[in-house]
């Protein structure tokens, strides 16, 4: 009975499954040598002991910025080998979007002891900075998806940051990279940081071609599978698939899945017919991702859970009556009218919803109607009402 296991493992296509893993960073990066020389232009100063150096990268989803402050960070430490000591700390302020939770990851990567409790935010970087200085290290800091941080604890965390060594007579004890889909991430910060960051340090990423969506899924398919089980063909056309986006995630998961499929039905070669656009994004929003949101953003999302857990769309007119009566169980003060449309279209921003415009039922106008095809609404409204009940 249990024959229908055999074909796990089996790998007639598949030999090597680290190069789909989420984390997994490729040895060498498809066409973007320009981005890499124009980073490390930005790092020149790197070797002085007493210096430190700044980028900010913005680009479109899937566009390689994670990627690239990854490869660049190892190469980076590799290069200054015997030169100088750098710690890397990458920190994804999706999952750790307040000023403490972000400390508290540095913290951790430089020192695998507990970090000390109870400290404000300034007496934590002091005393990151203090344990750089005592093992003589310098810190490459990757703040990856960094507005989501602003966006809820405002930049304080980057000004500081950047004043680290500022009245101190050691110098140079963090690099920063804001890394950002947010092409106007600049706009978010005062005019003290810009000149800080240095308004001229900003890599600008663009998304990736068809022929650069094929040649990456051709590096992953050339580690991961077995010789002439991928042809030229299926390489081509997952390029043209994923070319709509420009997005190497979804490159990546169209060769994974077709992978599978050819494998499931006992193939030792990938066809065209394997490639399909898969549900894997539909998984690509995480419930956690709500743990993030303000309590304003919660309190709307629960209200247009709960009627999207029995109806398909609801109209903004509706979702915001339901915000008011969740405000009122969780004795809040529900905000403007302006205000909530701004959460609406945060929550369209970060995948949670989506929203088309179409014709009113009352009236002439047209209004927005709401739809979740990413996040099962039950789940989420269990979750938010779980977290507000604390
Ligand atoms: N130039 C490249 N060469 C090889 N693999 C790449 C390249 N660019 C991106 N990838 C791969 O594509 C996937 C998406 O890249 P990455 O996570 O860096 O995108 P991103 O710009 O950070 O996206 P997001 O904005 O969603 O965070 C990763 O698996 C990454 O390894
Ligand atoms: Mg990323």
Redesign the pocket.
Same mark, same amino acid.
């Given at each position: 009975m249990s024959g229908y296991l055999d074909r796990i493992g089996a790998g007639k296509v598949l030999v090597n499954r680290e190069p789909f893993s989420?984390d997994?960073?490729?040895d060498? @990066? #498809? &066409?973007?040598d320009r981005e890499l020389t124009e980073l490390a232009s930005l790092f020149t100063h790197i070797e002085n002991q007493n210096s430190s150096c700044r980028a900010v990268i913005t &680009?479109? #989803? &899937?566009? &390689?910025?994670?990627? @690239?402050?990854?490869r660049f960070g190892h190469d980076l430490l590799g290069h200054l080998e015997g030169k100088r000591k750098i710690s890397l700390a990458h920190v994804?302020c999706?999952n750790h979007p307040s000023t403490s939770q972000v400390l508290q990851r540095i913290a951790l990567t430089l020192d695998s002891g507990h970090p000390e409790r109870g400290l404000s935010s300034g007496e934590m970087i002091q005393s990151i900075r203090r344990n750089l200085i005592s093992h003589n290290c310098h810190l490459l800091l990757v703040l =990856?998806?960094v507005d989501l941080l602003i966006r809820r604890d405002n930049s304080d965390l980057i000004y500081k940051l950047l004043r680290i060594d500022e009245g101190q007579e050691k110098q140079g004890s963090i690099s920063l990279i804001l890394?950002? /889909?947010d092409p106007m991430l600049l706009k978010l910060f005062e005019p003290a940081i810009i000149s800080r960051l240095g308004a001229s340090n900003i890599l600008k990423?663009s998304p990736?071609d068809k022929k650069?969506l094929t =040649?990456?899924a051709r /590096?992953?398919a050339n580690i991961a599978c077995r010789n002439g089980s991928v042809s030229e063909g299926v390489l081509e056309k997952i390029g043209v698939m994923a070319a709509e986006s420009g =997005?190497?995630?979804l490159?990546?998961e169209l060769l994974d899945s077709s992978i599978r499929r050819a494998e499931s039905s006992g193939r030792g070669e990938v066809l065209i017919e394997d490639i399909e656009q898969s549900s894997a994004r539909v998984a690509a929003i995480e419930p956690s991702q709500v743990d993030g949101l303000s309590k304003d953003q919660k309190l709307i999302m629960l209200g247009l859970c709960r009627r999207l857990k029995k109806e398909a769309e609801i109209n903004t007119g509706d979702a915001e009556k339901l915000y008011k009566i969740v405000c009122e169980e969780y004795e809040t003060k529900s905000r403007s009218y302006t205000t909530f449309w701004k959460h609406l279209k945060f929550l369209e921003n970060q995948g949670l919803i989506e929203t088309r415009s179409g014709k009113s039922n009352v009236g002439r106008g047209r209004t927005q109607y709401i739809t979740m095809n990413n996040v099962a609404p039950a789940n989420l409204a269990e979750r938010i009402e779980k977290e507000l009940q604390r």
């Open positions: 989420f997994w960073t490729p060498n @990066l #498809v &066409g973007r &680009g479109p #989803v &899937g566009s &390689g910025k994670t990627v @690239l402050t990854r994804n999706r =990856d998806e890394v950002s /889909q990423m990736y650069g =040649d990456i /590096q992953r =997005d190497a995630r490159a990546i």
